[in-house]
Every structure is written in C-alpha cells, then in structure tokens.
C-alpha cells in the first residue's frame, strides 16, 4: 500500500517538474495566463499587425526586467530611431536615459538601406550576431528585444533569411537570454518560412479590431511549446500605465465566501431578504425601466454603508455625481456630507468615451487605491450597448469574480425589463451572473402610477417571494403590502411571470 | 598602407567560413584582374574586430567597402557574380 503511494507521489512530480523554466514579464495578467511568462531562455515571436502593440509589449518586457526583477535588457530595433522610441514610453514612470546612463538597458538602431545594397553573389546576415553580441555582453543582458524581423524580409532574400533566422534562434537559445522578437507579417512571411512551426518556442498574437467603432485589444496565445497555456483571446489594453491583460480569473482557487451580511439600506427591503440584507461579497442587480427609481435605491445603499462608516465607490454612467448629488437630496438622502467625509467617491464617466476594458480597467485601478467596501454601477446596462454582447459578459464575469476575491459587494442598477429579455437576450446575461436580482417596475392603476417591485433570485438565502408595492417620497423609501394598491390591471401583462394574488408564480 | 594609391577597399567577413574564403579570394582576383596593383585593400574580421562592424553599421557579411575614389561604396556578396561586381566597382 505504502509504496504503491509513493510510486503515484512520484509521477506526479515528474510531472510538474517537466514544465519549463520560465520568466516573469510582469504584465499583468499576462504572467497569469501563461502560468509564469515566457520561457526562460528561448525566443518568443509576437506577431501582429500594424499598432497593435509589439513595440510596446516587448518595451514593458524589458522595463520590468530591470525595474521588477534586475534583469538588464537590450533593445535592438530595426524600425524607429532610438530617440523616438524613448520618446514613446516617456509617459512610463521610468527614467530610461538613466537606466541606460546605468547600463541597465542598452538601444540600438540597426540600419539597413535597400537602396544602398550592391550585390555580388550569396550573404548572410553574420554582422546582426556581432551586433546582438556585444550590446549583449556590454552589459550583461538577460532579456533581449528584436524589433521587428520585417523590415529585414523587405530588403534581403528571402531564402537567405530562412536559415539565417534557424540559426538566430539556435544561437540565442545558447546565450542563455530570453529573447522577444516582433514581426509584423506573421501570416505571409513567417508562416511560409515554418519558423512558428520549427523554431519559436512561444508565439503571441496580438490584434486590434475596430468594433462598433470602438478600438478593441486581444492577444492570444498561439503556442507554447512545453507548457499549459490559456487558449483564449484576452482584451487588454495600453494606457500610461502600461499593457494590461484580462484574463477572466481561470486559476480562481476557491476564493472565501462570507456568511456575513450587510443591509440593503431599507428596513423592509432587508424583510425581504431574509431579515439580514444581502451577503458580503455578493452581486445584487435593480433591474427596471427608466425612472422607476433604481438610482434612488442603490443611493439607499451607498448612505446605509457611509453611516457605518464603510467605503462606497459609486460609479456613474448617465448622471453626473452632482446631479445625483442634488436629486438625493430631494428624497432626503444627503450624499454630499459623506463625499466630504470621503467615505462615499464618485466616478463619473461618459460611456461611449472608451471602450469596456478601459472603463473596468479605471475602475480596478480606482479600487485598488481606495479599498472600496462596495460599489455601485449605475447603470451597468450604459455600458453594454458600447460593446459587442460576448465582450460584454466576458468582461462582466472576469469583474464580478474580480470583486468576489476582494470581497467587495457590487450593485448593479439596469434598465432592462423582463420584456425587453425577451427583445435582448444579453440582458439576460447579467441576471443569470448576479447573486441577486429584484424588479421594479412602474403600474397604472386607473390613472394613478404605482411602482412595484419584487425579488426574482437571491441565492443563498429564502427571500421574499411577494410583489410589494414601493413608495419614494422626500422622506424617503417606502415599502409596503401590495394590495394597498386598488385594481391592479396591469399585473396581467407578463411574458414570464404571472401574478398571483401579489405572489409570483 | 600606401596612401598614395588610388583605390583603396575594406572587406569585412566573418570568420574564416566559406562566404570569407570566396569573398577573399574573389575579391583579390578581380581587383588584380582590373586594377593590377593599384589598390589597397584591408581584410578585417569582424568576429576579432567587432567594434568596427558596430561602427560602419555592418549586418549583412561580407561586404566590401570601397574607400577611394569617393564616394564610398559598399558591395555585398561573396563577389562571385563578376559582372555586377565590376559594374559596380568601377562606378565613379
């Protein structure tokens, strides 16, 4: 018995062991969907067209090896003069005229002139090893950027150049440095030269496609000889801050779920709700046509957690932070004195500004400084028209995972109704990724408006199953039995529910 | 080097590999063959010497490099295709 155990112990870290070395890029996200970064020692091709981010992404490579993890790199580019580069990356809080002033990075322009070039007979491209070898060797380099190999397909032979790249490869596969090589044409050079195939040890793709007008980041990775990898395309972006990836948390481990709950802001509405309120952690969604008094309820959320004095981030979509300042305040929620205090902060941003990911990407950022305790998003639903629906989820889902590890409570308010599921079948995307998820809606009952609501889902705990009538006045949030409402004739048009009795069925 | 001679040529290889070898050899042949002893060419091997490939910006190999007359001029290649040698060569 014993030693069948250890036998099966032993596979098992044969196993593990037999995956290789890697080294860490230090591009968020992108470490995490490689399981480490690239591979240590070996030559990974990104390829991709132009603008869609090979300079950069071998760029940042580099930096963070020298500021992340002491590695000095050297740069060798065929296509911008060296000045214009650092001009680039300027934005970066890194000094690189000093880090190469250090000898921690070292630039080169390789130059080659086609017009120049009289030929007689057969060559090779011997002078780029001598190059590569001594910026190498003049200081100490782990990491190595070639950029890019197209500008040497437009000027010299092609054939010539097949086994000149072999052997590039080889060579540096010996120097111990791990080296990134951009190349633009990857589908008509490369690909016909079989150099994915025979020689690059880790292939990335990178595009940048115009959806719905807005500009959309994915890399993906092609091939990784001798590891696990991702398969998926992954948004990222590129702003001052550097290249991010969003990987949707695959390697989540399970992350720890509160048993603890926080209340909704409104007495009958954590009735409702178990008589606790919602969970800690969890995602709750308002849904309901415009004006019904969505926003009104989240704000009951964001004061009832100021007053305990824990952080709200209320990120705004449509009104402004003072317009839903002021409008609160005519229901008698003063939100003003609780941004003074800083518990409550504002992020207010137009939605068709940006695309998806860099809305989300601002909003982690904003959360990482502010250590939020919950966040309202209001609407989320502003969001969604600006991108195509399958992003949308994506993103959705790698968010709300995102804040469950942080244990951050997350509201999301938006104007969907269950009519218009049936028009937009991503809406019922949302609701299906949420903890929670209640209804408001307007009636008429002869010629007076009513609003209604009712809690679809709440996992976890036995919710209210009743349709109660509700109430916003400058007093504030009412909400009671149903049958105070008389003649309730429009609860008879639904498509999915039917009323019954102010019970749904 | 004299240099009071006409044509003056660097050629840069690498190593002492094949490309080298006919470079050399060819290089010395046509030179002699057009200019008998009028010139001067040096032989440099960028593997001893590699500061000076970093100098003259050298990446493809060999190359010969043409100092005297001016303009400079570079040539590529093991020099074995003697009519574009010569054309070029002789190019003022």
């Known amino acids: ?505 | 080097m004299d240099s009071k001679a006409l044509f003056r040529f660097s050629l840069f290889v690498s190593g002492e590999g094949l490309l080298a070898k006919k470079a050399i050899f060819n290089c010395k042949k046509y030179l002699d063959l057009f200019l008998q002893s009028n010139y001067d060419m040096e032989i440099i091997d960028v593997l001893q010497y590699p500061k000076l490939a970093i100098d003259e910006n050298i990446i493809v190999l060999p190359v010969l490099i043409r100092r005297n007359p001016l303009p400079e001029l570079s040539i590529v290649g093991d020099m074995s295709n003697l009519e574009l040698f010569k054309s070029d060569l002789l190019m003022n």
């Open chain 1, 1 to 505: 018995m014993e030693l069948e155990i250890a036998s099966k112990q032993n596979k098992k870290s044969k196993y593990l062991s037999s995956t290789i070395e890697k080294t860490k890029t230090g591009i968020c996200g992108f470490d995490e969907i490689t399981f480490g970064g690239l591979p240590k020692n070996r030559p990974t091709l990104i390829v991709g067209g132009i603008g869609t981010g090979k300079t950069f992404m071998s760029m940042h490579f580099l930096l963070n090896g020298v500021n992340l993890f002491e590695e000095n790199g050297v740069f060798m580019t065929f296509e911008e003069k060296t000045t214009e580069l650092v001009s680039n990356f300027s934005n970066f809080n890194v000094d690189i005229d000093e880090l190469v002033k250090n000898k921690k990075l070292y630039f080169e322009h390789l130059h080659i002139a086609q017009y120049e070039m009289h030929e007689s007979g057969k060559y090779n491209i011997d002078g780029l090893f001598v190059r590569i070898e001594h910026a190498m060797n003049t200081i100490n380099a782990k990491r190595i950027v070639l950029d890019s190999l197209d500008t040497l397909f437009t000027n010299l032979d092609i054939n010539m150049l097949r086994n000149e790249f072999k052997k590039l490869f080889f060579w540096l596969k010996e120097k111990n440095i791990t080296a990134v090589i951009t190349a633009e044409q990857g589908d008509i050079y490369l690909t016909r030269l079989g150099l994915e195939e025979n020689v690059a040890d880790c292939v990335i793709e990178l595009t940048n496609r115009v959806i719905n007008q807005i500009s959309t980041r994915r890399l993906r990775i092609m091939k990784y000889r001798g590891s696990f990898h991702a398969n998926n395309e992954y948004p990222f972006i590129i702003d001052n801050e550097g290249m991010n990836v969003f990987p949707i948390a695959t390697n989540l481990i399970e992350y720890n779920i509160s048993n603890q709950r926080v209340s909704s802001g409104i007495k009958n509405l954590d009735a409702m709700l178990d008589n606790k309120g919602f969970f800690v952690g969890s995602s709750v969604l308002i849904s309901g046509s415009a004006g019904t008094g969505k926003t009104s309820l989240a704000a009951f959320f964001a004061k009832s957690n100021c007053e305990n004095n824990k952080k709200c981030l209320f990120c705004a979509f449509e009104e402004s932070s003072k317009q839903i300042i002021r409008n609160m305040k005519s229901i008698g929620i003063d939100l003003e004195k609780y941004v003074t205090s800083n518990n409550l902060i504002f992020y207010y941003a137009r939605p068709t500004l940006q695309n998806l990911e860099l809305h989300f990407m601002r909003i982690k950022a904003l959360i990482e400084i502010e250590k939020p305790d919950v966040i309202i998003l209001d609407p989320v639903t502003n969001l969604m028209t600006e991108g195509p629906n399958s992003d949308v989820r994506g993103m959705l889902t790698r968010f709300i995972d995102y804040l469950k590890t942080q244990k951050i409570s997350v509201m999301f308010t938006a104007a969907i109704t269950l009519k218009s599921v049936t028009i937009n079948p991503s809406d019922e995307g949302i609701s299906s990724m949420v903890d929670t998820w209640m209804m408001v809606e307007d009636i008429v009952t002869d010629n007076k408006r009513n609003r209604i609501m009712y809690i679809l889902k709440s996992r976890g705990m036995p919710h209210s199953k009743e349709v109660k009538a509700f109430e916003i006045s400058n007093e504030g949030i009412d909400i009671y039995e149903l049958d105070k409402i008389e003649n309730h004739t429009m609860l008879e048009n639904r498509n999915i529910t039917t009323v019954l009795n102010g019970n749904i069925t």
